[in-house]
């Protein structure tokens, strides 16, 4: 069956570090994925899409890889601060049309001053 | 500013009672999507439009109706809500040839 796992459902890191949020996929082959911050009470937000020929997107204090060999993603934020806490969410785009995108269940990250 | 709106924001009804959660975009976007947002099953797709009087099912359709008829405008309608459609919905849209997507604000749903 399809699945999508993010590894853990809670992180927390220490204000300074960097963070790391792994994105693990079984039996999709998506053309792109996609992260997401989810705040509490609020609509998630896009940050970074990165394509399956990709392997690094950086955008700021983000990056982005994407191996489709192991069939994993990694997010990273560099010099996490307090105001980086929320939920992120990976999403697997399939590219097939509007039903196109796939998400995880998120992982909630806390940075701790 | 760009923006999807979502109203109610939070809606407390009764099994069987009729509700419709409406959806409306000023990006001029052609697709638009509703989906439900519940603890560990993460977001799922209910249906989607790819542009006025053009929908189609997602992921967990059974319960649900929609309509395009408009391209702002993508509400989802519930004919005859059940407990088990107790959860948080969001409306999102994008732009043909784009992959980001915009969500709403989300509207909390509760079915007693």
């Known amino acids: 069956s399809q699945k999508i796992e993010q590894n853990s459902e809670a992180l927390n890191i220490q204000e300074g570090k960097t963070a790391t949020l792994t994105c693990n996929y079984t039996n999709y082959s998506p053309a792109y994925l996609q992260w997401y911050r989810q705040d509490p009470g609020r609509g998630p937000v896009f940050l970074l899409l990165i394509r399956e020929n990709e392997k690094e997107k950086r955008k700021e204090r983000l990056k982005v890889t994407f191996d489709t060999t192991l069939k994993q993603s990694l997010f990273h934020i560099t010099a996490s601060q307090p105001a980086d806490s929320a939920t992120y969410l990976c999403a697997l785009d399939m590219k097939t049309g509007a039903n196109n995108l796939f998400f995880g269940t998120g992982t909630r990250l806390t940075v701790i001053p | 500013e760009a923006q999807v709106t979502q109203n109610p924001r939070y809606l407390i009804t009764v099994t069987g009672k009729k509700l419709t959660v409406t959806c409306s975009q000023n990006m001029n976007h052609e697709y638009m999507s509703w989906y439900r947002q519940d603890p560990g099953l993460g977001l799922r797709q209910i249906y989607y439009?790819?542009?006025?009087?053009?929908?189609d099912k997602g992921d967990v359709p059974e319960g649900y109706k929609v309509s395009r008829k408009e391209k702002r405008n993508f509400p989802l309608i519930l004919e005859s809500p059940s407990p088990n459609q107790t959860s948080l919905y969001f409306c999102?849209?994008?732009?043909?040839?784009?992959?980001?997507?915009?969500f709403g604000p989300g509207t909390r749903l509760t079915v007693l």
């Open positions: 439009s790819m542009n006025v009087e053009v929908t």
């Open positions: 999102a849209t994008y732009a043909s040839g784009h992959n980001e997507q915009f």
